[in-house]
């Protein structure tokens, strides 16, 4: 069994600038079409959801809308990056990869932190354009990583 995970941010990733859903906190809220994007990857290739977002730090309603959202095409959240500090993004990555089995990741965010550059987290990085969020190029290279596809 392989065990790939896609580290999952939110914001300008499942939703955009100019997103119009809104999240029970007023925040802006999850694209449907989005979703049905990052449906496409986990399909592709069996990846399980790891919540890298600031989103996993909520554990009322914005949470729940979120789990809500993904249910709806029968995804799930396997597990949560701890929380170093909001601009280590990278390192509670690499934590979570280091004290787990993995045999392939993706990380899915639209700022690049600057810790990402550490290691070989680069090699795994998909970079969503804030403005449109989440886009069918993304997905073509986020399943090219998980799947090894990329030299």
Known sequence: MSLKYLFLDVDGVLNYDSC????????????????????QIIDATGAEIILSSDWRLDDGNDYQYLVKKLGREALHIYDKTIDINCLKRGLEIEGWIDTHDVDGYVILDDTNFPDFSRGKLRDHLV??????????????????????EIH
């Open 20 to 39: 119009k859903a809104r999240a029970p906190s007023g925040c802006r809220g999850i694209s449907d079409k989005k979703v049905k994007l990052l449906k």
């Open 127 to 148: 970079i969503t354009d804030y403005q449109c969020g989440l886009s069918k190029s993304d997905v073509v290279m986020a399943i090219r990583i998980l799947n090894n």
